[in-house]
Each structure stands twice: as structure tokens, then as C-alpha cells.
């Protein structure tokens, strides 16, 4: 397959241009953004480029296809709805599709989080978190309470607040300073055991009295799939309450299905006081984020603030929720929680199975349709690879075999390399075991290159 002809040369060919007059996000300059596939088409499980190569979409987007390409009864409730009202705000009135759909986020999601506010991405949303928790402290007669910890490595977005709640260094400096109160705590994956303890010290050394909000994701994305430790989610809660802070779960990747629940943070059975979503639950055909907040939450800020002092035009918009019913609808019907527990050890296993032939994975490990493979940055004699060398192989020629071998999934590096794969959650037999063959062939042309093998 003839991917990486320039798009100079293929974008001439299928009559595109523009490739000078379009900013990318988080790509690199020194990629050469002309030789980037042009995505023109979606169907199912897969998408195509300009010049008619397929390819399966494990990345689902962007951890957000959740029901697939291509849904025409998504398309149809988007035309009903803009023939209906293509827009009003949620700025003191309201609009049927919005009540409908925060009336159907309460039915699902656990626990007493029962109301929500809309939004239109995820790094909104853990703004909404940030001012949500600060006005909910202040309404509770305990302003000095501001701060708030995460993980390291963690990724909750690129607004200013989100990127402080962000726990990477390299994503901030460029934009520094940041707003101050924001603090990072190990992952479970750079201390399994101790990160929950790790928050507490966090917490105390704060004071406590001081800190606003613990915000985690159910399953950390990066660095690679962190699932934590069963208890960890369990002890993070009783540490929270013991110190009045309030728990936040960061769902925006792993809620609509993506760990096999609305909201992913039912596998660890514990209720947040609120969660961010975003991505999934539109499966991405229009922009939507949104918190839904516990009873605790929403009382509080009823009975002690005159408003929740926060908005956005396009929040609630009457067209993405018509879409997210829509897509919720469909998740439902085509009981697709369910065919994520049903494959997710296949897939998991179809993975570990691939891995045993490569001595160069550190790791396989995920959950749901969540998954990564770790590789070891190194030679066969343990020797690093560093510098120009990293980029050639595992950006260069394990990006190229895994796009050439028609498969869309991430190598990501934002901690130790993986490979990264979230596919649609319509995904079969069939589509999860072509994901790790393909993924096999990448990984032995790698191996071949670095002399691991003849
Ligand atoms: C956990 C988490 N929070 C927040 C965000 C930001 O979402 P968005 O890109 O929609 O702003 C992301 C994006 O990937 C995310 O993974």
C-alpha cells in the first residue's frame, strides 16, 4: 500500500489543496505534513484515504467512534434537529433535547450524579471541573479550599486550567506561567502501590483544608493504559472523604462504553462527585463535553451561590444532544457494553499472544477496548535508543509499517513507547485479531531493523 507518497503529489491528484493553510494539532513541524494520509471516508470499523487505501480505525478517531463511521440514523436525527431548532443556548432557557439528555445521563450514570452541564470538549469540560469544584467550596463555606492534585503523565487537555490539571511538563512549558494551585502525584504505573497513599500525602501536605479536588481518570491513557490497582480507586475515595476533598473522574476517553460501562468508573465500583466526558458521547459526529455532578454537589451550589457563574453558547447545543440520544440509543440497542465485555479478554489475549513472539514488548495491559503494547526503547544489547535514532525507528519506520499494514492506532511516547489502540466498540472478532496481526508485521520489520532479529 502506497501511503506515504507526499500529499503535494496525491493531493494534486485527488483535487485537494490547502495542505499550506491548515495548522495541525500536536504535529510535530518537522514531519512533513504533506506525506500525512487525507481521511476522506468512514464506514464501520474503517476509513479511507484520498487515494482509496483502507484502513481499520483502531484509534476509533480519537478514542471517540464509539458506534462506527457512517451511521445514517445519525445523520438523520442531525437534519430533523436543524429543521426543528438548529440552535438556542442554554443561557436561561432550555430546549427539549438538552432536558431529554441530561434526564438520560442521570439514568445511567452511577450513583446519585444526577445533573448535568453541557459543554463542547474535554479540555472544557475539566475547566467546568475546576470552577465547579472552586464555587462549590466557597458555597460551602470553605473558600480557602483551591487546590488540586493529579497524576504525572496524565493528559486532561490544552485550556489553561486543563493543561495545569495536565501532568506534563513538556506540554506546559511553551505556555508558562500557568494558574498556580495544581499538583502531580505519581500513576499507578510509576508506583502501583503506593499512588493512592501518594495522594494522601499530597492532601496533607496541602493542608488539607486547602485542596478542592482529586481528578483522575478511570484508566490513565497516557503512558499507555494505566489500569490501577483493584483497590486503588476504593482507598482514593475513603481519602477523600476523610479530608472533605472531592473526587472527580476525568471520563472523557474512557466513558460510552470504551472500559465496557457509561462511565468506566463502575469497574472500580466507586461513585465520584463528578465526572467529565466528551468524545464517546456523540461518538464524535459533533462536538460535546459535559460534567454530570453528584446531588451533594448540585444542592450545595443551589442553596449557597446565586449561580454557577460559567457558560458557553454553543453548551447543550440541541443538535449534539439529538446526536448523543441518538448514539446512546444505539449503544443500547446494538448492546454494545456489552460486546465490550464480551471481546475484551479476546482482545487482550489476541494481543498477548502477538506479544510473545517480540522481545522487543516491554508490556501488553488495558481494559474494555482500551489497550497498549509497551515496547523497550533499546538495541538487542540493551543499548538506548535516543535522539535521531528513537524518531527514525519507532516514529519513522514502526508509524510507517503499522499505517502501511492498514491500521490507524497511536505510537505515543509521552512516557515509555506504546502503541495505543481504542477501536470503534462495534468492533468484531474479526477486526480485533487483524489489529494485532497487522501490529505483529510492524513489530517484526522493527525488530529487523534493529537487529533483533535476521
Ligand atoms: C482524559 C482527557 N481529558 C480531557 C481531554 C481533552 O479533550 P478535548 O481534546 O476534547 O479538549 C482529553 C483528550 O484526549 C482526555 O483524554
Known amino acids: 500500500m502506497d501511503v506515504m507518497r507526499g500529499l503535494g503529489e496525491r493531493g494534486k491528484e485527488a483535487g485537494l489543496s490547502g495542505v499550506d493553510n491548515l495548522l495541525l494539532h500536536f504535529t510535530p513541524f518537522e514531519e512533513d505534513w504533506s506525506k500525512l494520509p487525507v481521511i476522506v471516508k468512514g464506514e464501520g470499523c474503517y476509513v479511507t484515504d484520498e487515494r482509496g487505501n483502507r484502513y481499520i480505525d483502531g484509534l476509533a478517531g480519537l478514542f471517540t467512534t464509539q458506534v462506527g463511521h457512517g451511521r445514517e440514523e445519525l445523520a438523520r436525527v442531525a437534519a430533523q434537529q436543524i429543521k426543528e431548532l438548529g440552535f438556542f443556548p442554554n443561557w436561561s432557557f432550555q430546549h427539549p433535547r438538552s432536558l431529554e439528555l441530561a434526564k438520560k445521563?442521570?439514568?445511567i450514570a452511577p450513583g446519585?450524579?444526577?445533573?448535568?452541564?453541557?459543554?463542547?470538549?474535554g479540555s472544557e469540560?475539566?475547566?467546568?471541573?475546576?470552577?465547579?469544584?472552586?464555587?462549590?467550596?466557597?458555597?460551602n463555606g470553605e473558600p480557602q479550599r483551591?487546590?488540586?492534585?493529579?497524576?504525572?503523565?496524565?493528559?486532561?487537555?490544552?485550556?489553561?486550567?486543563?493543561?495545569?490539571v495536565t501532568g506534563l511538563?513538556?506540554?506546559?512549558?511553551p505556555f508558562e506561567p500557568l494558574p498556580g494551585g495544581f499538583y502531580h502525584v505519581a500513576n499507578t504505573y510509576q508506583d502501583p502501590e503506593g499512588a493512592a497513599e501518594a495522594i494522601e500525602e499530597a492532601i496533607e501536605f496541602g493542608p488539607p483544608e486547602t485542596v478542592a479536588a482529586v481528578i483522575l481518570e478511570p484508566v490513565q491513557n497516557a503512558g499507555g493504559c494505566l489500569v490501577p490497582p483493584p483497590d486503588y480507586w476504593k482507598r482514593v475515595r475513603e481519602i477523600c472523604d476523610k479530608h472533605g476533598v472531592l473526587l472527580v473522574s476525568d471520563a472523557v476517553i474512557c466513558a460510552f462504553g470504551r472500559l465496557g460501562e457509561w462511565f468506566g468508573i463502575e469497574r472500580f465500583d466507586v461513585v465520584p462527585d463528578m465526572t467529565s466526558f466528551a468524545k464517546g458521547v456523540t461518538s464524535g459526529y459533533l462536538p460535546?463535553?459535559?460534567?454530570?455532578?453528584?446531588?451533594?454537589?448540585?444542592?450545595?451550589l443551589r442553596s449557597g451561590a446565586p449561580m454557577f457563574s460559567h457558560g458557553s453558547t454553543f453548551g447543550g447545543h440541541p443538535v449534539s444532544s439529538a446526536v448523543a440520544l441518538e448514539n446512546i440509543a444505539i449503544i443500547e440497542r446494538e448492546k454494545l457494553l456489552e460486546n465490550v465485555h464480551?471481546?475484551?479478554d479476546y482482545f487482550g489475549s489476541e494481543l498477548k499472544r502477538m506479544a510473545e513472539g517480540h522481545p522487543i514488548v516491554a508490556d501488553v495491559r488495558g481494559m474494555g477496548f482500551f489497550w497498549a503494547v509497551e515496547l523497550r526503547p533499546e538495541r538487542p544489547d540493551g543499548t538506548p535508543l535516543e535522539g535521531d535514532e528513537y524518531r527514525r525507528y519507532f516514529k519513522g519506520v514502526l508509524s510507517r509499517k503499522l499505517l502501511e499494514g492498514g491500521l490507524i492506532c497511536r505510537f505515543d511516547d509521552k512516557d515509555e513507547p506504546v502503541i495505543q489502540y481504542s477501536p470503534a466498540l462495534i468492533a468484531d472478532r474479526e477486526v480485533l485479531s487483524k489489529i494485532a496481526e497487522i501490529t505483529d508485521s510492524a513489530l517484526t520489520e522493527l525488530e529487523r531493523e534493529l537487529g533483533y532479529r535476521s
Open 112 to 121: 446519585d450524579l444526577s445533573a448535568t452541564f453541557f459543554v463542547n470538549s
Open 125 to 139: 469540560a475539566v475547566e467546568t471541573v475546576i470552577k465547579l469544584a472552586r464555587q462549590y467550596h466557597k458555597a
Open 105 to 107: 445521563l442521570s439514568e
Open 169 to 173: 511538563p513538556g506540554f506546559k512549558a
Open 288 to 300: 460535546m463535553g459535559g460534567v454530570v455532578v453528584s446531588e451533594k454537589v448540585q444542592n450545595t
Open 146 to 164: 483551591y487546590k488540586f492534585i493529579s497524576r504525572k503523565i496524565a493528559y486532561h487537555g490544552t485550556t489553561m486550567g486543563a493543561l495545569s
Open 342 to 344: 464480551n471481546l475484551e
